[in-house]
């Protein structure tokens, strides 16, 4: 998978903001053998847009990509584009992070998914409220889920203040100038 691969498949507006609110191909592909190196079979993305990183992190590992995502039509344009790919190991669904569980999982991906809620301007469309007080929310929900997990979780972050990230998770090693950051659970 490649970049002008998978934007070639989106619609132009989303063509014209893919490097801003999706995970470049190379970076979900790096981010998707850290999680899944060793042996992590359930990857949640949290924020999954239109399933870049889920879809990239299939073309690499037999390990299950799950995302979710709040905006419909963005879900629908992720399974289009797992459907055309024919990939197995990716699904992405809509749900709201506040109802959501993260026991099943082995391991997690985040590209500042909350952001927008505190920086209106950076707004991809007009599917879902934003406000700093669902930020927050969000946040805390994501951090009580995460502390949640047992020691050994991976985490992988691209972006972001990190927020949403336990002190009980060590950031192991970064790259891409810090900016994608892995992380284990230690305690």
Known sequence: MTENRFDDMLPEDLRKVSKIHFTPVPVAQEAALWLTEDGQKRVLDVGAGVGKFCVAGATVSDSFFYGIEYRPSLVKMARDIIEVLGL??????????????????????????FYENIVYTKRL???????????????????????????????????????????AYEMVKSSRKGLLKFWIKKQ
């Open 88 to 113: 197995t190991n990716a699904l992405v669904e809509e749900r709201n992070i506040l109802d959501f569980d993260f026991s099943t999982f082995d391991a997690f991906y985040m590209y500042n998914p």
């Open 125 to 167: 469309n007009n599917e879902v409220p934003l406000a700093d007080s669902l930020f927050r929310a969000y946040v805390r929900h994501t951090a009580l889920q995460l502390n949640e997990r047992p020691p050994g979780t991976r985490l992988v972050s691209y972006h972001g203040d990190n927020l949403e990230i336990p002190m």
